[in-house]
């Protein structure tokens, strides 16, 4: 299938959203929620969205910088987010825990890129899979608690995520491009 329009522009452009959109949160957020859960969500967030802008630009950078480099601004930015959701619950943000869980996953993703490149992009994928299941559940949590359908709506956005990121595994392990 050939796309409209060009990849590595509309991957940059994401990226650039996701760096832009923790401020729209931050301004809403700030002083609503607790300062330290919402600022670990809007530097995930930006985290996040500098890695997609690192793979927007991979045709101009070293592969290390564009690949390993926006993996793990991910897999940090993922975590930070999960932490977020945690602290607005008053729970163990579980540091140590999410360290080793970023580490593990930014070395698997190392490995896979050594030997395989489908196996790589499936690791990456099954990766933000579970940290957006993670979020979703934080979130379905927080939602119940507090009665917040803010918190439900981001839940709901987090399993459609995680749901379309297994099944873009599954399609790309199946063989379809």
Do not use: K
Not at 102 to 127: F, H, K, W
Not at 158 to 173: D, E, G, M
């Amino acid at each position: 299938m050939v796309l409209p329009f060009d990849g590595f522009t509309f991957v940059f452009i994401v990226g650039l959203l996701y760096s832009l959109m923790p401020l729209t949160v931050w301004t809403i957020l700030h002083g609503r929620h607790d300062r330290r859960a919402t600022g670990l969500w809007c530097w995930g967030a930006l985290l996040s969205g500098v890695g997609f802008m690192l793979v927007g630009l991979r045709s101009m950078l070293p592969h290390l910088v564009a690949y390993e480099t926006s993996a793990l601004l991910g897999y940090v930015g993922m975590a930070m987010r999960w932490a977020s959701l945690r602290r607005e619950r008053r729970r163990d943000c579980l540091p140590l825990r999410l360290v080793a869980l970023v580490l593990l996953a930014t070395v698997g993703y190392t490995v896979g890129d050594v030997y395989q490149e489908l196996l790589r992009i499936s690791l990456n994928l099954c990766v933000l899979a579970f940290g957006s299941a993670c979020i979703a559940y934080e979130g379905w949590q927080l939602a119940d608690e507090v009665r917040s359908r803010s918190a439900r709506m981001l839940a709901a956005a987090y399993v459609a995520l995680a749901v379309a990121l297994l099944l873009r595994t599954a399609t790309l392990l199946a063989g379809t491009p």
